[in-house]
């Protein structure tokens, strides 16, 4: 056997792709075959996974420096029932500008053949079809640059690899005045003010909802301040007007949260200029979150609502399932709640789990909020000693539904939006159940105003009606009928299709692969470089193993049954060049809701791989 046969023995290769149909690609059906002589990335990827969308943004310069070598994939793997539906990926492709072609895998057969356990994971293809590299989460660039890099010279010294263009073709893209809009806020004058996603900029609209009165922003990706004809946002959402004895001090009245700048934005309403309030432009990952507004990164921001008892603005920080805090007279940012682990546990607002905070609303004594990932309606209330969480519908990350009655029973699918109503109930956005559901905090129960809505993400009230963002219909609508107060509607629960992972009941070895990037090392140099977070929902699933360490492997004692292990992990790694004085460092972190079936005979070993590649396997 020749050196070059040992080198290759036992690598892996890749699966075949296999799915519904593709995207992108102007109706052509692709296999494996299709990508050999280029580096193949396949993104594994569902479109209400907000750490996804984190990582199309950060695969775009990556795309474009290696655009003659690297073809990239999206595997689209759906977490939530609407998310199978193919005009709803559709949608999704364009939404997010996805300019690479994209599998529809509805059934997640390509998820498994690839053993992938969580949202987001990218697996690097050589041009000869096997897998040379698998990392979950966000923040790989560099290591991907690293793999990529040396995988290219490889094969261009071999001859494997052929240069030119991949297979994207760009779908045709309608014409209409809004495109995919996200949040609406009624205005002091009786307009409406929006936030017009895929535009990239806002919209001022009549009492009518169509007329447009004018566009602040360029309609271009960007984060230039200034006036409406020079201004830029990328994506933006939430919108909250400040009370007038604020905004008199401020000079401004909208703070608008730029979701894909990582921003929040002021807008005056005289004359439309635009500044920005808070945030750096990066996106927070691990480190200070609290301090002077632009000196800390925010991490999409996807909501903002004025709230009296917090004393500012409460941002719905959906990049990292917690709510954040803006003060606008002294332009602080801070935590408000919430500890960055992704899940639904109720209590002191500093040790409560959020899923992707979606949407905010604020009336009087109560902050109303909706977390999509875990499809709940929540609310935070001042308490004796800070502010407290509570869940009124919602029970986890993998159960949703649409079925009225008790809140206790109820179920939503990945609502965005949530406004109140003119008397005291509460409207909520389902936006994946294509509905507007009631909840009357009076009487614990959950209805259906209105259903066959094209994803509502966002409303508000205006003259006692509830105006509401059809976002793929591109409009605004008035959906509820006047009069209608309640429809009862029994639907079905539903779970998430992603199959349990199954471990055996006892001893078990968790182990977090992570393999530092080509030409770096762990970074030592002041302690520890990695850290391990392990819980359980229910928490009487893992008997042993819980708590925070620094070893990324674990015993873990687990008991019979079922349930979700959380995982958080970290790592550091910097470049590894004693000629270099200060060394280019990075963060790695990852977390998991790994669904778990604990068996008697299961496997006794759970990897998780954070980056590199598993050699146990």
């Not at 690598?11 to 580096?39: C, I, M, S, Y």
């Not at 474009?64 to 994939?73: G, H, K, Q, R, S």
């Not at 699918?413 to 509460?426: F, I, K």
């Not at 393999?515 to 850290?531: A, F, H, V």
Request: aromatic letters at 6%; glycine letters at 10%.
């Amino acid at each position: 056997m020749s050196g070059e046969q040992q080198k290759r023995k036992g690598r892996v290769r890749a699966p075949e792709l296999v799915g519904r149909q593709w995207l992108n690609t102007g109706g052509e059906r692709l296999g494996l075959a299709d990508f050999r002589g280029k580096v193949l990335l396949l993104d594994f990827w569902t479109s209400c996974c907000i750490n996804c969308l984190h990582v199309l943004d950060e695969l775009r310069p990556l795309e474009a420096e290696f655009a003659d070598e690297l073809v990239t994939v999206g595997v689209h793997s759906p977490k939530f029932e609407h998310e199978a539906d193919p005009d709803a990926l559709a949608a999704a492709v364009e939404r997010y500008a996805v300019h690479h072609p994209v599998l529809d895998d509805p059934n997640l057969t390509t998820w498994q053949n690839y053993a992938v356990k969580a949202w987001p994971t990218l697996v690097v293809v050589d041009p000869e079809g096997y897998i040379v590299h698998v990392a979950a989460g966000e923040g790989h660039v560099d290591a991907l640059r690293e793999v990529i890099t040396e995988v290219v010279a490889e094969h261009e010294e071999r001859g494997t690899l052929h240069r030119g263009q991949g297979p994207y073709v760009p779908p045709e893209r309608p014409d209409t005045t809004l495109r995919y809009p996200s949040k609406v806020l009624a205005l002091p004058n009786g307009n409406l003010l929006v936030s017009d996603s895929a535009n990239h900029s806002l919209v001022e609209l009549e009492p009518d909802g169509e007329t447009v009165v004018r566009r602040i922003g360029t309609g271009e990706r960007g984060s230039t301040d200034g006036s409406p004809e020079t201004a830029s946002f990328a994506e933006p959402g939430g919108l909250t007007l400040l009370p007038e004895h604020i905004s008199q001090r401020t000079g401004y009245e909208v703070v608008v949260a730029d979701t894909v700048n990582h921003l929040l934005r002021g807008v005056r309403l005289s004359d439309g200029q635009v500044r920005t309030l808070a945030g750096t432009g990066q996106q927070w990952r691990d480190g200070a979150d609290s301090g002077p507004g632009r000196e800390i990164p925010l991490t999409s921001p996807w909501d903002v609502a004025w709230w009296e008892p917090a004393g500012g603005v409460v941002i719905a920080m959906a990049g990292n399932h917690t709510l954040g805090w803006y003060d606008p007279l002294t332009g602080e940012v801070r935590r408000f709640a919430g500890t960055t682990v992704e899940g639904l546990r109720d209590g002191a607002a500093s040790e409560a789990f959020f899923a992707q905070t979606s949407g905010l609303a604020a009336d009087g004594d109560r902050l109303w909020l909706v977390d999509a990932e875990t499809s709940a309606l929540r609310r935070v209330e001042p308490a004796d000693e800070g502010f407290v969480v509570r869940t009124a519908v919602g029970t986890g990350l993998f159960d949703f539904g649409h079925a009225d009655g008790p809140a206790e029973r109820a179920l939503l699918q990945h609502p965005l939006g949530v406004a109140v109503l003119p008397d005291g109930s509460v409207a909520v956005c389902d936006t994946y159940n294509g509905a507007i559901r009631r909840y009357d905090p009076e009487s614990d129960e959950v209805s259906t105003l209105a259903t066959g809505v094209s994803e509502p993400s966002g409303a508000t009230v205006l003259d006692g009606e509830l105006v509401v963002v059809a976002s793929t219909a591109h409009r605004l609508e008035r959906p509820v009928p006047p009069g209608v107060t309640a429809q009862l509607v029994e639907g079905a629960a539903r779970q998430v299709k992603r199959p349990a992972t199954e471990v055996g009941a006892g001893e078990v070895e968790l182990a977090v692969v992570f393999t530092p990037p080509p030409g770096t090392k762990l970074d030592e140099r002041y302690g520890p470089s990695t850290r391990l977070e392990v819980s359980a929902s229910p928490a009487d699933l893992l008997v042993e193993g819980s708590g925070v360490g620094t070893d990324l492997t674990r015993k873990l004692v687990l008991t019979e049954g079922e349930g979700v292990l959380h995982v958080v992990a970290q790592a550091a790694s910097c470049t590894d060049d004693p000629e270099v004085e200060h060394p280019v460092c990075q963060l790695t972190r990852q977390d998991w809701g790994v669904p778990v079936k604990v068996t008697a005979g299961g496997p006794r070993r759970l990897p998780l791989v954070m980056g590199g590649l598993d050699t146990e396997l």
